[in-house]
């Protein structure tokens, strides 16, 4: 279900059930209570009747007392359902204007209005993660070749500083976490139009959390990490190495648990070895790529 109409059935859902409550109980006890038209014969309301009065009632309309005039027991009722609907009414536009400036409602709007505009990019684009001085020169280079972007910071003035910019052509932009892998995917990581990431924040680990991510989520998008030290670009650089490692562990957990001792032992030399030539060619090139 979409996240800013669950927020608003989730907040809203007291102050409409006390509504629902208190129109059902006043057309129920305008149904039973009953009445008499001009002759003074029995007329009792009926059910669309009863609905129809309050609901014009209660809207402050006041078209009168139809289908004919009210017996002094009806009135004392009407009275009693005008009080209830008011104070439900109060309670209700109360809460929506909480609901209103509740941050996470208007968060959940900006990511919602996001998402669709993102979804309507169709051409080529990249996501840009982090709106500092690099990001801000990538955007404008990109923005001069004719290529879309999106961008994702946690700075809200960075953010605002994209809605600002002349781009020639819409920049969508959100203030989220860009390593979070939903607000990855509302930036069109999985998008066909795709074209590549770019991890540019002052965070390494922020980065290292976006490259990860992209190589899980969607690995034939490129994806371009800004690194400060070593320990980051080594993390990233090993990550392709850990995936068969975590192949072979995957298989002999699932044969440990079929009780085969053989499949068991194949799986652990294999480890064992791939682990020893991992780190070896590691500690070899590992220092030429960084200098690279």
Known sequence: MDSVLLLTLRRLRRP???????????????????????????APMGFFHAFYFLSYT??????????????DQQRLWVTIVIYMSVVAWAYT???VLTLVQDSGFRHALVEQSFRRRVQRLHEPFYIVCGYGETGALVCRTLDRWGLRFTVLDLNRDCIDAV??????????ALSADAGSPDHLLAAGLTNPSCRGVLALTDDDAANLSVAITVRLLNPRVPVLARAMTRGALFSVLSLPLLLPLLIFLIQGTAGAADG???????????VLSMGGIMTIVSAMLFPVVWSD
């Open 163 to 172: 809605d600002l910019a002349h781009y020639a052509s819409d920049a969508p």
């Open 260 to 270: 085969t001792a053989e499949t068991v032992t194949n799986t652990l030399r294999a």
């Open 16 to 42: 409409l059930v006390l509504l629902v409550v208190v129109y059902a109980v006043g057309i129920l006890g305008m149904v039973v209570i009953p009445g008499v038209d001009a002759a003074g014969n029995p």
């Open 58 to 71: 209660a809207s402050t309309i006041g078209f009168g007392e139809i289908p004919s005039a009210f017996t």
């Open 93 to 95: 536009i109360g809460s």
